[in-house]
């Protein structure tokens, strides 16, 4: 017979907001990464952090305005922007990956100019 406890957590899971589901398990894997969590970091601060791209910007080839993506480590959104480029190849929405770079602000928004990335396997 189940237990008070395991009932509780189980109404719980059933009737929470999917994007909280969501956002708990990215914090969770973040954590276990070691990384930077998104809503500690400030302007000026060298981060590396784990997450996953909610959405990915490209241009056309002519612009060459660059790429932009919102990268989410279930605590903060930071927006990651390469400059000059019109398209990356495996930066697509769900993808996660590991960043490393200088926490600017433009617009009241945490950005990072031209990160380095890793991009981890789709279905870790």
């Given at each position: 017979?189940?237990?008070?406890?395991?009932?509780?957590?189980?109404?719980?899971r059933l009737t929470e907001d999917l994007g909280d589901v969501d956002a708990e398990r990215i914090a969770e894997e973040s954590k276990a990464t070691g990384a930077q969590r998104a809503s500690d970091c400030a302007r000026g601060d060298e981060v590396t952090m784990h997450g996953e791209l909610r959405a990915v910007e490209t241009?056309?080839?002519?612009?060459?305005?660059?790429?932009?993506?919102?990268?989410?480590?279930?605590?903060?959104?930071?927006?990651?922007?390469?400059?000059?480029?019109?398209?990356?190849?495996?930066?697509?929405?769900?993808?996660?990956?590991?960043?490393?770079?200088?926490?600017?602000?433009?617009?009241?928004?945490?950005?990072?100019f031209n990160p380095y990335y890793e991009l981890q396997g789709a279905d870790e």
């Open positions: 017979m189940p237990t008070a406890g395991y009932l509780k957590r189980l109404t719980r241009c056309s080839r002519a612009v060459k305005a660059g790429v932009k993506a919102e990268f989410f480590d279930g605590t903060d959104v930071v927006l990651l922007k390469w400059l000059g480029r019109n398209r990356i190849a495996g930066l697509e929405p769900g993808r996660k990956l590991t960043v490393r770079g200088r926490v600017a602000v433009q617009d009241g928004h945490k950005v990072i």
